[in-house]
């Protein structure tokens, strides 16, 4: 490789020798030739074409931009960049200067300008205002839209960690406020966990367990509080005057659970008493009742416990959980009363049938029951409404128009009262008109209840009439 240099000067002058050394790498034994300085100078003009001797120096900016003083030079001088500026199109800026940090901005070939809203300072790149750093599209970008705020604008955002996602905030919020549920989900090896406020219902819904290593307060913390250690689960505060303990389904140290959230409102109860609802207020408990206590009924206030109060023939046995009630009348004794009853007019006559009078009744404590037959053949002479008459003494009681004390039902009834204006008699009512009298009645065309008027008419073809029935009412004792 030629090595071209000066000699003796290390600054050339015309006399010194210009040796340009063959001597190279690949070629060491080639000799050094040599010329003087001058000798080059004097052949510069036959060599370079329109070449000769140069007499003045100049500079001209031309379309630069760049103003030059000084020339031109003919001898000695200087010529100097006084003013101006290099433009875009000859690789200048186009400008003087330039704003501290500011990140310059290309325009075509006007000048560059530099940003008043992106600055780096060789350690902080700003983005000032509310600029975006669009990445893509103008729908993903990160701004800031108010002092000391950043916003990240995308469909979807992943944070890509590989072991920790740092939220160094007091507050962290999702949602965008509208009417939609807000849904997060952690993404596990083997399993997926969904937490979601509903928004319509107000509240969380959580997709899986809920364990909680140490308490789980309500409302506030140092308030009511669960806890637990795997085994047992505890709960403090309000909700007990001492601490609640869940052992294997069974509740304990709480006192008195207001009826309001499904408790007794009490801590004790009576032994084998009888539980009383009072509202919203505590349960109520009777003393154990004893043999034969029931709880009765009292209109407007708590049912009491007492035993049953026997009537008359009656007899009341109280044990340890039996009651024996039993009646002390005995037997129905049954009474024989032929040839006793007999008939008479509401207005006028009386009459005993001529043919047959029988009857028979059985009385068992205070009442009385009767079976009776009559027939009779010839004319009676009462007049107005049918009364039997001499009913058992001692099977009436009391007496008086507006009481009735039995009733009566007409078995058979041949041929008496069938047209309109006497109803035949078909029932009766005992105690109406005297003590031991029943008075007979029917319905008339128009439905209504009437008395059963005297009258024989067409009679049997035996030529007798005949009225039976039963009756029974209270004894007169009762």
Not at 12 to 18: N, R
Not at 166 to 190: C, R, W
């Amino acid at each position: 490789m030629p090595i071209i240099y000066t000699y003796p000067s290390a600054t050339p002058v015309t006399d010194d020798l210009l040796l340009i050394s063959d001597v190279s790498v690949t070629d060491p034994v080639k000799a050094t030739r040599k010329c003087t300085i001058g000798s080059i100078v004097s052949l510069v003009g036959a060599l370079v074409p329109g070449g000769g001797t140069v007499t003045s120096v100049d500079v001209s900016g031309g379309t630069s931009g760049l103003v030059f003083t000084g020339g031109a030079i003919t001898t000695t001088g200087t010529i100097t960049l006084s003013s101006g500026q290099l433009v875009v199109a000859n690789g200048g800026t186009g400008v003087a200067t330039l704003t501290s940090n500011g990140v310059l901005v290309g325009n075509g070939t006007s000048a560059i300008t530099s940003s008043s809203n992106l600055s780096f300072d060789d350690t902080d790149l700003t983005l000032a205002g509310a600029g975006k750093m669009e990445f893509r599209d103008t729908n993903s970008y990160i701004h800031s839209n108010a002092s000391n705020d950043l916003e990240i604008v995308a469909t979807d955002i992943t944070l890509n960690a590989a072991t920790l996602v740092d939220l160094q905030s007091d507050a962290v919020h999702f949602g965008e406020g509208g009417d939609t549920d807000i849904v997060l989900t952690f993404n596990g090896n083997t399993s997926t966990g969904v937490l979601t406020w509903m928004e319509d219902e107000d509240h969380f819904l959580v997709g899986d367990d809920i364990v909680v290593a140490e308490r789980l307060y309500i409302d506030d913390e140092g308030g009511e509080y669960i806890s637990g250690n795997g085994t047992t689960a505890t709960m403090t505060g309000a909700w007990a005057s001492a601490n609640m303990t869940i052992t294997g389904g069974s509740v304990t140290n709480i006192t008195d659970l207001l009826v309001a959230d499904g408790g007794t409102g009490v801590s004790t109860l009576t032994d084998g008493g009888i539980l009383l609802g009072s509202g919203a207020a505590a349960i109520t408990a009777t003393a154990q009742p004893t043999n034969g206590q029931v709880l009765i009924g009292r209109t407007g206030s708590d049912p009491a416990l007492n035993t049953l109060t026997a009537g008359a023939n009656i007899t009341i046995t109280n044990a340890s959980g039996v009651i024996t009630i039993a009646s002390t009348a005995g037997t129905p004794s049954k009474v024989n009363y032929d040839n006793q009853l007999a008939f008479r007019g509401g207005t006028s006559g009386t009459y005993s049938p001529n043919v047959s009078r029988t009857a028979q009744y059985w009385f068992l404590g205070d009442y009385v029951y009767m079976e009776f037959y009559m027939e009779w053949s010839s004319a009676h002479g009462c007049v107005g409404t049918i009364i039997m008459t001499n009913l058992p003494s001692t099977g009436v009681s009391p007496t008086g128009a507006n009481v009735e004390q039995g009733s009566c039902l007409v078995t058979r009834n041949d041929y008496m009262g069938t047209n309109a204006g006497a109803p035949a008699p078909l029932t009766g009512r005992v105690g109406v008109t005297g003590a031991n009298e029943l008075i007979f009645r029917n319905h008339t065309v128009e439905g209504l209840i009437e008395d059963s008027i005297w009258t024989d008419i067409n009679p049997e073809a035996g030529g007798n009439y005949v009225l039976s029935g039963t009756a029974q009412w209270l004894r007169a004792s009762a």
